[in-house]
Structure formats: C-alpha cells, structure tokens
C-alpha cells in the first residue's frame, strides 16, 4: 500500500491511492490515520482514485473525524501535483464532490480553478436562533462563515469555534474564517475547519475570506491571504469564480503504525 504525506502552507494530508489498498477506507480507518498520536497525523485523508472519463485523477476527501467534505483547496492543489509528476503534464483536472477543477502545475506553485463561489444556499439555512457575530456566509462548494474581526491573533477562535462550527443556521456544519484586512490585496486569516479544528491554513476558506471581503468592498483581487502556515493567493472573476494559488510539497514518510496496519488488513 502506497501512502504519502503531503503539505501545503501547514496542511498536512495523507494521499491514499484507492486501488493499492488491500481494503476500503472507511470512517475508523481516517481516524487511526489522522491521529497524530495513534497514526501519521494530519488534517485529513485525500483518496485518490481513476476515473479517467472525468479527469486525471478523481479525489475523495475525508475528514479526521471520519466524515466526508466535498472540497479542499490545498487537497486539490496537492492532488494535482501529484498526478502531473505521473503524466508529464503541466495542465491537469481533478474530480471532486464539488466538481472537476481545472489545475496549472508549475513546479512547487500549483493553482486550482475551484467551484465558483456563492452567498446563499441550503448550507446556509438562517433562523431564529441569533448568529452571535456579524459575518458573510461563502460556499466553495463547501460551507464557510467568513467573520471579519479587528484582531485575528486575539479572536478566541479555539473556545467559540466549536460552536460556531455545529450552529443552528448550517445544518451540514461549516467552517469559520476570521479575517482581518491589510490593504487593498491582502488581509490575515485564522481558520476552524469543520471536523478537524483549527488549522494552519485552509485552501477554500482563504477563497471564501477573499470573496467575503471584495464583497464587502474592503479588498480588490488578486487577494494574498496570510495564513499562520503561509500565504496563499486568490483570484476572483466577475462571477465569483475562484482560483487558488500556493505551494504544494511532498514530505517525508513516517513509518505506519502496527495497529494501523492491521487496520487496512
């Protein structure tokens, strides 16, 4: 069984090739995998598979937890890279629940064309129950809650971000972003990505924090978004159509726990 560990701005994922494993993933499986103190650790587990009539690799994408999410903007751009080192080709596409994307690879800089971007939606079902802050709702073809603060260092993200996360108004969960501007084309994140916590950085989330703001006229694109893993860099058409761009790497295998092994046995 092949398994890699890749990492993007302090995104770590385990990239699993389905057709190498001796059985499916499943739910206790991710876990065992993402746990840092049980497994490899990291924010997920990306399962890649072919399904040539789509694109050049199609992409499942696991949460630690053990739940399904249907985009991943640093997990497309690491699935990429990994596909164009197999074909030789700089212009690749990757199949998710969230559509086939369209992605550049030049060396370690990879972009990703992700699902343009939308302000409504049934992930975002508002009602009696107030929201406790101010904030835009943003899908990239998953949930996000883009909340623009004075000081992102400061904004008690790790004691409300649970909260947040399972709120009434998102009945599928979603992820929390809180922002902050710089100037014009670049302002700070913090992230709490939904059935992982919070996280060095999150490729969608920075698409949806770059939306959220150009929308609230406080940014124009291109938008660079300092993470606390890195910057990455949005573009956002007239459309609301979205491209990420940011470095993708591969890192070194740690040795796969006995237990885990079983596990996929």
């Given at each position: 069984?092949?398994?890699?560990?890749?990492e993007?701005c302090g995104?770590?994922?385990?990239?699993v090739?389905?057709?190498?494993?001796p059985r499916p993933?499943d739910?206790?499986v991710v876990r065992?995998?993402s746990?840092?103190?049980l497994?490899l650790?990291?924010?997920g587990?990306?399962?890649?598979?072919?399904?040539?009539?789509?694109a050049d690799?199609?992409?499942?994408?696991w949460?630690?937890?053990?739940s399904l999410?249907?985009a991943?903007?640093?997990g497309?751009?690491?699935?990429?890279r990994?596909?164009?080192e197999?074909t030789?080709?700089?212009?690749?596409t990757v199949?998710?629940?969230a559509?086939?994307?369209?992605c550049h690879?030049?060396?370690?800089?990879i972009?990703?064309?992700l699902?343009p971007?939308?302000?409504a939606?049934?992930?975002?079902q508002p009602?009696?129950d107030?929201f406790?802050y101010?904030?835009r709702?943003?899908s990239i073809g998953?949930?996000h809650?883009?909340?623009?603060?004075?000081?992102?260092a400061?904004?008690p993200l790790?004691a409300v971000?649970?909260?947040l996360?399972?709120?009434?108004?998102?009945?599928?969960?979603?992820n929390?972003e809180?922002?902050?501007?710089?100037?014009?084309?670049r302002l700070r994140m913090?992230?709490?990505e939904?059935?992982?916590?919070e996280t060095?950085?999150?490729?969608?989330?920075?698409?949806?924090?770059?939306v959220a703001a150009?929308e609230?006229?406080?940014a124009?694109?291109?938008?660079?978004?300092?993470?606390?893993?890195?910057?990455?860099?949005?573009?956002?058409g007239?459309g609301?159509?979205?491209t990420?761009?940011?470095?993708?790497r591969?890192?070194?295998?740690?040795?796969?726990?006995?237990h885990?092994?079983?596990?996929?046995?």
């Amino acid at each position: 069984m092949t398994i890699e560990r890749w990492e993007a701005c302090g995104n770590v994922y385990l990239l699993v090739e389905q057709q190498r494993l001796p059985r499916p993933l499943d739910a206790s499986v991710v876990r065992a995998l993402s746990d840092p103190s049980l497994g490899l650790g990291g924010d997920g587990v990306l399962e890649l598979f072919d399904e040539p009539e789509r694109a050049d690799v199609s992409m499942r994408i696991w949460n630690p937890d053990g739940s399904l999410t249907e985009a991943c903007g640093n997990g497309t751009r690491m699935a990429a890279r990994w596909i164009a080192e197999r074909t030789g080709t700089s212009e690749v596409t990757v199949a998710t629940a969230a559509g086939v994307l369209a992605c550049h690879v030049e060396g370690e800089t990879i972009s990703a064309a992700l699902a343009p971007a939308m302000l409504a939606g049934s992930q975002y079902q508002p009602g009696a129950d107030a929201f406790p802050y101010p904030h835009r709702f943003v899908s990239i073809g998953n949930p996000h809650v883009v909340i623009s603060v004075d000081d992102v260092a400061a904004f008690p993200l790790a004691a409300v971000g649970p909260g947040l996360e399972h709120h009434a108004w998102f009945p599928e969960r979603t992820n929390v972003e809180v922002t902050m501007p710089i100037d014009r084309h670049r302002l700070r994140m913090r992230v709490w990505e939904r059935g992982v916590g919070e996280t060095l950085a999150c490729g969608s989330g920075a698409c949806a924090a770059a939306v959220a703001a150009i929308e609230d006229g406080t940014a124009d694109s291109p938008v660079t978004v300092e993470v606390p893993g890195g910057e990455l860099v949005v573009t956002v058409g007239p459309g609301r159509e979205v491209t990420l761009t940011g470095p993708a790497r591969r890192l070194e295998l740690l040795a796969l726990p006995e237990h885990v092994q079983e596990l996929l046995r």
